[in-house]
């Protein structure tokens, strides 16, 4: 089976080659002020062209409006919306109906009890993001290195496209992938060489390295 690679968080043309020639299949593109990953959407539009096509071009944004996103779709080329905030199920379904763009909802996952939470998002999303909650005090609801308890997804499966997220590296994730069996993966600061910075090596061997699981 081939895994998806979503790189989240590219910041610059050359991020997006790196990502596209290392086999990756889907690209991260953050609209979150507070994030060392934000992007203009003149910044996002340049590094979204300098994906070859195929390539999916994911929007990450957190507790959008409805302006918000509709300005984002008129000015950047958008195959994917990621919600990444506190979008309620009914909020997500809204925003799938209304914008015409596929929907993958990202689902913080701490304990058994948070699995309930990801059925019912499936049930509403085109696709799920399965990470780790982000710290209390943190300033960013995604992109913090943060890994969870991936043995709670042994064993389960899912009617609906789903990837696996949260401090994922070249070093773990094959096993990440192994133990969960995840169809996809999702990183970003396991290939960065500091915050906000990717790494075209890192990318590499990490994309090396789902290639082996
Ligand atoms: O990456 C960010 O800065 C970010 C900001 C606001 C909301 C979500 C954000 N990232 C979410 C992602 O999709 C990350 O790729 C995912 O949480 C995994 O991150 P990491 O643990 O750093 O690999």
Redesign the pocket.
């Known amino acids: 089976m081939s895994i998806r690679i979503?790189i989240?968080?590219l910041r610059t043309p050359d991020d997006a080659r790196a990502a596209a020639v290392n086999g990756a299949t889907d690209i991260?593109l953050?609209f979150?002020p507070k994030?060392?990953?934000h992007l203009s959407f003149a910044a996002a539009a340049a590094v979204a062209a300098a994906a070859p096509p195929g390539i999916r071009r994911v929007a990450?944004t957190?507790d959008p409006t409805d302006d918000d996103l509709t300005a984002l779709l008129q000015a950047v080329p958008v195959d994917l919306l990621?919600l990444?905030g506190h979008e309620s199920t009914a909020r997500v379904a809204a925003i799938r109906a209304a914008h015409g763009v596929p929907v993958m909802k990202?689902v913080g996952i701490a304990s058994v009890a948070d699995l309930d939470a990801l059925s019912a998002y499936m049930a509403v999303s085109d696709a799920v993001?399965v990470?780790?909650k982000p710290p209390a005090d943190g300033d960013?609801?995604?992109?913090?290195?943060?890994s969870f308890d991936w043995r709670l997804l042994v064993g389960r499966t899912w009617p609906v496209p789903w990837m696996l997220?949260?401090?994922?590296r070249p070093d773990n994730v094959a096993e990440a992938i192994r133990l969960t069996g995840a169809p996809g993966v999702?990183?970003?600061?396991?290939v960065e060489s500091a915050q906000g910075v990717k790494d075209a090596t890192l990318i590499a061997d990490f994309c090396a390295a789902v290639r082996s699981a």
Request: glycine share 24%.
């Open positions: 979503k989240c968080g991260g953050v979150f994030s060392p990953r990450l957190v990621q990444h990202a993001l990470d780790a960013l609801p995604g992109g913090n290195g943060l997220a949260g401090g994922l999702d990183v970003s600061s396991g």
